[in-house]
């Protein structure tokens, strides 16, 4: 498992209604519901954001395709919404997208414009199955289990633990679930696994220095 971003999207919200601080790896943007949801319409709003990553994805996907095969189609754009209906007794999803072009374009082309369109890597995601897992940070008391060497101490709370793939697809030479003893303090930097061990979001991983000096930085 190697995640797409390394850097993970993060969201933040405090008692204004309904402005979330998203941050991503170069910046911040505010999400925000429409005045009719309660929100100020203070930046786009979910279902936006969803439409603009569609469109956004689209329009580059298409834009390196007409630059790779010489066309000369200087501009494209893309309308992007969504309805849904039930169907079945089942929530079904239709997103519609218009690919327009303001300057004149052969019809094959277009034809082979709209094929690529849906090889963009965010229609396929969309169109294909999708997965959202939830974790939450666990706190209180519970087994615990100690990986220590001479400077470091790394604690495992089992009961806590619901994503130890991020830990050994992300840092195999410390993390082995194959072996009894599966955390390998001496497998990597104290550092190194300290970052690992921060990325846990359920609760179950700990790091300490096993000594004050141990945890200052080696300036030589």
């Known amino acids: 498992m190697k995640y797409k971003l390394e850097k993970p999207v993060h969201g933040s919200i405090g008692t204004e209604k309904y402005q979330c601080t998203i941050e991503w790896r ?45 066309l000369d ?3 494209i ?26 300057s004149p374009v052969d ?23 999708v997965k959202v897992r939830t974790f939450i940070y666990k706190e209180g008391d ?29 840092l195999p030479m410390v993390f082995k679930p194959n072996l009894k003893k599966w955390i390998d303090p001496d497998g990597a930097a104290p550092e190194r696994i300290e970052e690992q061990v ?3 979001p359920s609760g179950a991983l700990d790091f300490k220095y096993n000594s004050p000096e141990d945890s200052k930085p080696d300036n030589n």
């Open 26 to 70: 170069n910046g911040q943007f505010i999400s925000d519901e429409p005045l009719s949801n309660g929100g100020t319409d203070s930046g786009p709003d979910p279902f936006t954001l969803l439409l603009s990553s569609l469109a956004s994805c689209t329009l580059i996907t298409l834009r390196m395709y007409i630059e790779r095969k010489g």
């Open 107 to 129: 019809e094959e082309v277009k034809t082979r414009l709209q094929q690529i369109a849906d090889l963009c890597p965010v229609s396929k995601l969309l169109m294909n199955q």
């Open 77 to 102: 754009a893309v309308n992007t919404n969504l309805y849904q209906s039930t169907k079945d007794g089942q929530l079904e999803t239709i997103i519609d997208r218009d690919i327009l072009f303001t």
């Open 73 to 75: 189609i200087p501009s």
């Open 198 to 200: 921060r990325r846990c």
């Open 142 to 170: 519970t087994v615990t289990i100690n990986y220590a060497n001479e400077n470091i101490t790394v604690v495992w709370r089992p009961k806590f633990c619901q994503h130890s793939t991020r830990c050994w697809t992300q």
